[in-house]
RNA sequence: GGCGGGGUAGCUCAGGUGGUUAGAGCGCACGGCUCAUAAUCGUGAGGUCGCGGGUUCGAGCCCCGCCCCCGCUACCA
């Protein structure tokens, strides 16, 4: 079985509802999955959710229910709709509560356990009775009044309680050395650059033992630690694991062998350090190699600050869909932000490019293109004949688009992808006024040479939606069923392919073509 | 405080190893065209490249100092 594409995002913890930030990861992962398959290999996509912890719990008791309806609830009407709304296509869903999950990593941990790399310890820390919790030294500040001279909660104003707790630890410390030497060796491990600068400076300073079980007097809502069933496992060493135990690690070696390593591991950058640093250790510890790549993307920022919901600036994705459309979402997000970097969303941001380059400048294309065909040669792909300069150069032009979108995808340079695609549809828009078919059809002496420059426009619009498709798949679809079901289906074009000149035979029909991105009138 | 990223046209951003008049898209102004979603194409105006020094024949790119913004500085997920 020959290795598959594999790309993850990281499990939603489903205490809230979805906004754009977490539909951006799922996008953006979506593009790179469908842009290998688009490209001919296999892929697959895998995303889900992460239900235990006790934030989940509490929010749950909150709710007066109780944890499994709780995220039963958000998964069915939050967070799967979510993946509509998006259109994405993933090849599985996840969710830490299913049964394949709990004993994948019972046996995970079993196999840790075994080879002497989780030992029982005690951890020490600020428990604030208040917020019922371990407190970090960063949530402290230091008291006043009666608490004078003392560190305490910033919630609560109250002194925490030095607790220990018997605990099972990772032996992370053990990994700092081969860690930093697969940082060295894998320059692309962790992308984009920043992010690995702050992962190695990170490691650098040093690398203590993890916890990996929560004492089940505080809560239990989690995954039995196997072989002792008065502690459950720490949620995120129970999470990581989410993106082997889907594909059958300890069941299916064989399906598990057909995925693993994943080729690219997305996720936002705050949860960098957990997918950089602990995940991989963890996969060293159990004998697996670490994922190829984990690309750590930017926030998204409203209003010049990252959103929030306490702000008001959260967004949901359906605000923006139910405007414009999946495709413009995924079209915006991905060729507005540089990938890696932080991004500004605005209303007017999305609204402007919505209007400039999607109804003007792909749609209007294709609409300016389909009509002609439609009237010159009542709707029959007409005939190219001799080439000419102009029409050469949309040729390269096209093959260029491709060969750059293809260099840059191999980077995970999303927006440089798309950019380099939008050169065909500048070109094609330049090369039609230029050509001018409607003066060209006005003689019955130049209908030959309207027959190439439509046949031209035409096959660079085959172009357009085979490099597009990935990104904007119902579109594109449109489009080709109107010029391109002839060859077969769309997602039977190979991205690798598609920069071959005159695939599209003429004499075939092609149908009407509905406006792929209509105008939206000014609120 | 330490480490990392960033401060370039009104806006969003590009600008390998220093080299002719600093670029793109959008927006704006003017002109052309009419196939098309009042769409398209062309031309133009617009910048002391955060501030101050320095190296160099020459710096947005190198060095020093300073100012401002953001992220990380671990076990809430």
């Not at 490099?467 to 109107?482: D, G, N, R, T």
Request: hydrophobic share 40%; aromatic share 10%.
């Amino acid at each position: 079985m020959p290795k598959s594409f594999y790309v993850t995002t990281p499990i939603f913890y489903v205490n809230d509802a979805p906004h754009i930030g977490h539909a951006y990861t799922e996008v953006a992962a979506d593009v790179i999955t469908r842009w290998h398959r688009q490209r001919g290999d296999s892929s697959f996509l895998l995303t889900g959710t992460d239900e235990h912890g006790e934030k989940v719990l509490r929010t749950a008791l909150g709710n007066n229910t109780d944890p499994k309806a709780w995220t039963d609830r958000l998964v069915k009407d939050s967070w799967l709709p979510l993946l509509e709304t998006i259109d994405v296509d993933n090849q599985d869903f996840i969710r830490t509560t299913e049964e394949r999950h709990k004993v994948a990593v019972q046996k995970f941990l079993k196999q840790l356990l075994d080879a002497g790399h989780i030992y029982q310890g005690s951890f020490e820390g600020n428990y604030c009775v208040g917020c019922e919790e371990y407190k970090n030294e960063s949530d402290l500040i230091d008291g006043s009044g009666e608490f004078e001279g003392q560190r305490v909660c910033a919630i609560h104003s109250k002194p925490v309680e030095q607790l220990n707790e018997n605990n099972y630890f990772f032996k992370l410390s053990h990994f700092q050395d081969r860690l930093l030497e697969h940082y060295e060796k894998n320059p692309t491990f962790v992308q984009p650059e920043s992010a690995r600068n702050e992962v190695v400076s990170f490691v650098r300073s040093g690398l203590s033992d993890l916890s990996i079980s929560r004492s089940k007097e505080r809560f239990d809502w989690g995954i039995d630690i196997p072989w002792d069933t008065s502690h459950i496992t720490y949620v995120w060493f129970d999470a990581l694991l989410n993106y082997i135990t889907a594909i059958g690690y300890g069941t299916d070696e064989e399906k598990l062998h057909s995925l693993w390593p994943a080729d690219v591991q997305v996720v936002g950058k705050d949860i960098l350090r957990f997918h950089a640093v602990i995940w991989p250790a963890m996969l060293m510890a159990a004998g697996m190699e670490p994922p190829k790549q984990v690309f750590g993307h930017g926030w998204l920022l409203v209003g010049g600050e990252k959103m929030s919901k306490s702000k008001l600036t959260g967004i949901a994705p359906n605000e923006i869909t139910d405007v414009f459309g999946s495709d413009a979402f995924r079209y915006y997000f991905m060729k507005a932000i540089g990938f890696g970097s932080d991004g500004s969303f605005s209303w007017e941001d999305l609204s402007a490019r919505y209007t400039a380059e999607l109804a003007n400048g792909f749609g209007n294309l294709a609409s300016r293109t389909v009509a002609m065909v439609a009237r010159y040669f009542d709707s029959d792909i007409p005939q190219a004949n001799e080439y000419q300069p102009a029409d050469k150069q949309v040729q390269e032009v096209a093959a260029q688009a491709v060969s750059g979108a293809e260099a840059a995808m191999d980077r995970v340079a999303i927006h440089e992808a798309i950019a380099s695609t939008w050169k065909l549809v500048d070109e094609l828009n330049n090369y039609i006024t230029t050509q001018e078919p409607w003066v060209l059809a006005k003689e019955e002496s130049t209908r030959e040479r309207l027959g190439t420059v439509l046949y031209t426009s035409i096959e660079g619009l085959r172009v357009l939606a085979v490099l597009l498709a990935p990104v904007m798949p119902k579109a594109c679809e449109k489009l080709w069923a109107a010029i391109g079901s002839a060859l077969g289906e769309l997602s039977n074009q190979s991205i690798s392919e598609a920069g071959v000149w005159g695939q599209l035979t003429a004499g075939t029909k092609i149908s009407e073509l509905e406006a792929l991105f209509p105008r939206v009138e000014e609120k």
